[in-house]
């Protein structure tokens, strides 16, 4: 790697100084916005859904910032990079607060908490869970295909794909499925990208299973993903596509439990 002069560093660090400012500034908006929401049960949804947007606006700057030592110093800047991933875990989490981490549950288990923001329409909360993709997505890119944090970010899309179907309204959906109906099209673009988003999950973590960790709780976390996809079918009385996902679940299952007793005997043999 070439020497990077004095000149470089300067303009560099002069360049990314209004940048780190604004990112001080949202991390302190955080902190107050905490405070207030702690112990707080009205209106502490929507707040929660603010931190989230913050926190996504906090990673597009640490993106920035890495773009910016790409372009001036020629290295990538893994600390804001790191710090971009953690931001992306942290929407994630702050949604979580809104709207559960349940991957496949009735949708009464957490319908009550879907009340509390029944005012956060429908355009809103599609163009939340495309900016969320987006973010992970260009995060992982600058990362790089062979980053150490290559298995992070299956977990990483996994919650946010939990997330994003868990802010849809299932009890009010199928009567909403009227083009007619104000904010069709969001609702539709959000429940064909839930969907993709459960079956990618489900591959991802089988992916990671086979490939890195070989731990039986990321297989069954790849099976639920797929419960929750057809379940989702099974609502819409999409029975061909039901039948579909029930038969590649009981594919995966056959495997897992083969596996399982694999690893039984081998811990016998140890």
Known sequence: MAKISNEARQQYFERIKEYKQISETILQREKSL???VKGQTAGAAYKYITLSEDRLNLASYYLLLNALSMTLLGVKNDAFL?????SCYQAVIYLE???SNYIDVPFSDYSDLLEEIDGYEDDKRYHLVRKI???IQAVEEAFGANSKWRWSFV????RFAAVAKNLI???TFIAQMDPSVDGYAAR????ELVQSMLHQAADRYREKYELSTLRIDDFKRAIAFLAALK???TLFGEVEKSEEVKRKMEVWKSKMESDEKIHAKKKKTV
């Open 155 to 158: 977990e990483l899309e996994g």
């Open 82 to 86: 790191n710090d971009a991933r953690k």
């Open 97 to 99: 607060e809104v709207v």
């Open 133 to 135: 993709g987006f973010t």
């Open 34 to 36: 905490l405070k207030i």
């Open 188 to 191: 539709m673009g959000q429940m």
């Open 169 to 171: 309204n299932f009890k």
């Open 231 to 233: 379940r989702i079918h």
